[in-house]
T-cell receptor, first 111, second 116 residues
Framework: RKEVEQDPGPFNVPEGATVAFNCTYS??????FFWYRQDCRKEPKLLMS???SGNEDGRFTAQLNRASQYISLLIRDSKLSDSATYLC????????????FGTGTSLTVIP | DAGVIQSPRHEVTEMGQEVTLRCKPI?????LFWYRQTMMRGLELLIY????????DSGMPEDRFSAKMPNASFSTLKIQPSEPRDSAVYFC??????????????FGPGTRLTVL
């Protein structure tokens, strides 16, 4: 079983729509959780960390459900510039510093 | 800050040749990671270093791959001999090991490797 699993999509949504991505992880001892964004032919960049209580950054909301071992990302009022691949990332290494990346969910926001 | 620096940005080589990819992490970061990304397999961790010491190299595909970190500001990933199936984008990332949020990883721009 993969450490981190995501629905690859693609998600094609109109501007202004709300879209949600989910991700599940297999190691219940995982400690840190992140969403990264990767634009085409670019490197992944941190979008936001995911905290136990849930956190919001503008139009983006991340939530963690430890009991069910899933992480979610909600994007409200989608913009064309949100089009990218969103990677779910879990830190569950023995040394606490090994990241496992999901294969990513592709989002295209349509005018 | 210049961010993570990788070179070369693009490499085209013939099967059997040696390939060396280079990475300079962000100054002050003590962890360095090498990843490989392909359409089929996504982003895979190859190896990571803590304070210049290799911690986990279980992701290194086979003996043809080797990585070194002679000092805190430089690392190499070498493939010898290269094969067409090694064609991928290779990313280097660095972080400051410790509790969150300190262990955010910062990625370099990647090296796009094509082995003919």
């Amino acid at each position: 079983r993969k450490e981190v699993e995501q629905d690859p999509g693609p998600f094609n949504v109109p501007e202004g729509a709300t879209v949600a991505f989910n991700c599940t992880y297999s190691n219940s001892a995982s400690q840190s959780f992140f969403w990264y964004r990767q634009d085409c032919r670019k490197e992944p960049k941190l979008l936001m960390s995911v905290y136990s209580s849930g956190n919001e950054d503008g139009r983006f909301t991340a939530q963690l459900n430890r009991a069910s071992q899933y992480i979610s990302l909600l994007i409200r009022d989608s913009k064309l510039s949100d089009s990218a691949t969103y990677l779910c990332v879990v830190n569950s290494g023995r040394t606490g510093n090994q990241f496992y990346f999901g294969t990513g969910t592709s989002l295209t926001v349509i005018p | 800050d210049a961010g993570v620096i990788q070179s070369p940005r693009h490499e085209v080589t013939e099967m059997g040749q040696e390939v060396t990819l280079r990475c300079k992490p962000i100054s002050g970061h003590n962890s360095l990671f090498w990843y490989r990304q392909t359409m089929m397999r996504g982003l895979e961790l190859l190896i990571y270093f803590n304070n210049n010491v290799p911690i986990d190299d279980s992701g290194m595909p086979e003996d043809r791959f080797s990585a070194k970190m002679p000092n805190a500001s430089f690392s190499t990933l070498k493939i010898q001999p290269s094969e067409p199936r090694d064609s991928a984008v290779y990313f280097c990332a660095s972080s400051l090991a410790g509790g969150p949020p300190a262990n955010e990883q910062f990625f370099g721009p990647g090296t796009r490797l094509t082995v003919l």
